[in-house]
């Protein structure tokens, strides 16, 4: 995945006629870092990649594809791909692969530190959610309602019902979901 997206950044930059120093003017990054991310030597945080991105006139999610189809039963941890990110705060993996006719949508989320309660608004949709916390306290917005979830915490919803969740801690958050209709087939 790493030699993919370096490969992009080389071949954007390259298309708009910039050098490795004027990318890293534009980004604050140093040379030697957008070269080995480019040659995939090196890991590309989303921070620094969405700042790339940036200055190459591209969204975050140029960077990645959507899952591929998944025809078995079973998806072996190393076939999960990150499928979208919003807003440099979440990166969902799907742990179903792109199969199209299921009705059940089950996601790793990651949610980035350091959001502010201005970021979180809840909203509403049709279906239903299911949200287990793995890892972090995660807060939870249910109608006019606030929780603190912690490891272990989960919570089943009509999707109906305004909510949404946030980071407003240091560290990572991740959680299990499971939601209808299918995510993929919303965005």
């Known amino acids: 995945m790493e030699r993919d997206i370096g490969r992009a950044i080389r071949e954007l930059r390259n298309q708009r006629g910039m050098t490795l120093k004027e990318l890293s003017a534009k980004t604050g990054l140093s040379v030697g870092y957008l070269s080995e991310a480019e040659r995939g030597i090196t890991s ?35 076939e999960q791909e990150l499928f979208r990110i919003d807003e440099a705060k979440y990166i969902y993996y799907s742990l179903a692969g ?45 109608g006019d309602k606030e929780y603190a979830a912690y490891p272990g ?18 560290h990572l958050v991740k959680i299990l979901t499971v939601n209808t209709p299918r995510f993929l087939n919303r965005s």
């Open 44 to 78: 590309t945080g989303i921070i620094p990649l969405k700042t790339i991105g940036e200055a190459l006139g591209v969204e975050l999610t140029y960077f990645f594809a959507p899952p591929q189809a998944h025809e078995s039963e079973i998806l072996r941890s190393y």
């Open 98 to 142: 792109n199969v199209r006719d299921r009705q059940l949508d089950p996601m790793l989320v990651v949610i980035l530190p350091g959001q502010t309660r201005e970021e979180v608004v809840p909203y509403s949709h049709a279906g239903e959610e299911f949200m287990y916390v793995l890892e972090g306290v995660l807060t939870v917005f249910v």
């Open 153 to 170: 915490d989960s919570l089943h919803l009509s999707s109906t019902i305004p909510h949404n969740w946030g980071n407003f801690g240091t």
